[in-house]
């Protein structure tokens, strides 16, 4: 199974600034996946990051919001943009490496002050 | 939106089995039914997916109605560490999104 890594595992960032997660994988995979998780809540899919083509994002989220790069088959990376207190959320990315079956990073815990 | 329905918990008692029911009355014929689960503090686990057939894997059985509008996830001795958010997810076949519910929330006590 994949081993996936993300860094950083926790930050706290001031209103209005940004953030870049990492999201690094031990093997090439073709699609990886961004999620949000607000506190207490389920997953979100944010977008679906692909090797060489721009990023397909969900109703809700925006590139100006989340920009995402991918620049090679093993690693990606999420922005989060003119940060508010509203994007205090998990972020999780995963990939799908065996056919149906995702693999998830350990996440990333944003609080936005 | 999640297209399945689940219950928002459940309690088992430690080593007796544990049965987790999911309805899902819009799939279609060539979606496949999914089951992960979050422990706390982690990000989510792939715990087994099927199409029509039964499926058993190391972790847990995976039982489909015959008409495939619900299934159940059966694990077979529920340990302290299988208490988890499980979350039932109907989806197209490989490399598909997945539209994670509210899931059932499993509480094991000793």
Same mark, same amino acid.
């Given at each position: ?113 | ?12 008692? *430690?080593?007796?089995?544990?049965? $987790?029911?999911? =309805? ?8 496949? #039914?999914?089951?992960? %689960? ?6 989510? *686990?792939?715990?087994?997916?099927? $199409?029509?057939? =039964? ?8 039982? #489909?109605?015959?008409? %495939? ?42």
């Amino acid at each position: 199974s994949a081993v996936i890594s993300q860094k950083p595992s926790r930050d706290i960032c001031q209103r209005g600034t940004s953030l870049t997660i990492q999201c690094q994988v031990d093997s090439q995979v073709t699609m990886m996946f961004w999620y949000r998780q607000q506190p207490g809540q389920s997953l979100t899919l944010i977008a679906t990051a692909n090797q060489g083509s721009e990023a397909t994002y969900e109703s809700g989220f925006v590139i100006d919001k989340f920009p995402i790069s991918r620049p090679n088959l093993t690693f990606s990376t999420l922005t989060v943009s003119n940060m508010s207190p509203e994007d205090s959320s998990i972020y999780l990315c995963s990939v799908e490496e065996q056919y149906n079956e995702q693999f998830f990073g350990p996440g990333t815990r944003l609080t936005v002050l | 939106d999640a297209k399945t329905t689940q219950p928002n918990s459940m309690e088992s008692n *430690e080593e007796e089995p544990v049965h $987790l029911p999911c =309805n899902h009355s819009t799939i279609s014929g060539t979606d496949y #039914i999914h089951w992960y %689960r979050q422990l706390p503090s982690q990000g989510p *686990e792939y715990v087994i997916h099927g $199409l029509t057939s =039964n499926v058993n894997n190391r972790m847990a059985s995976l039982a #489909i109605a015959e008409d %495939r509008k619900s299934s159940t996830l059966i694990l077979h001795r529920a340990t302290l560490r299988d208490a988890a958010v499980y979350y039932c997810i109907q989806s197209g076949a490989g490399f598909q999104k997945l539209v994670f519910g509210t899931g059932t929330r499993l509480l094991v006590s000793p």
